[in-house]
Nanobody, 125 residues
């Protein structure tokens, strides 16, 4: 099983940028389809973006499209999320997730068996 550790969260002003990282260990990173999810207080965990095994296919939630960029470096066993033009509604705990599945929408929480501990991103207005 792959272990995931997120980093890069913090406090940022609205309109600012922040980069998150997800470091993987204990598994063949390139064999996992990866995603970012987020969970705001009192809300369910929601999909943000996902990236295919080689990084050639990506998909974004409409709320973050054109502002966020997901990427991965299989040589470094790391996935990234670059967040630009942040808004207060982006405030949440951000989680990285990995799945060994090869079919599905890859946008649902229950499709992912491996999760990091999360990193808090707070956007002030």
């Amino acid at each position: 099983q792959v272990q995931l550790v997120e980093s890069g969260g913090g406090l940022v002003q609205a309109g600012g940028s922040r980069g998150l990282s997800c470091a993987a260990s204990g598994g063949a990173f390139s064999s996992y389809f990866m995603a970012w999810f987020r969970q705001a207080p009192g809300k369910e965990r929601e999909f943000v973006a996902h990236i295919s095994w080689r990084g050639d296919l990506t998909y974004y939630h409409d709320a973050v499209k054109a502002r966020f960029t997901i990427s991965r470096d299989n040589a470094k066993n790391t996935m990234y999320l670059q967040m630009n033009n942040l808004k207060p509604e982006d405030t949440a705990v951000y989680y990285c997730a990995a799945t060994s599945r090869h079919a599905g929408t890859f946008r649902n929480v229950d499709e992912y068996a491996n999760w990091g501990q999360g990193t808090q991103v707070t956007v002030s207005s």
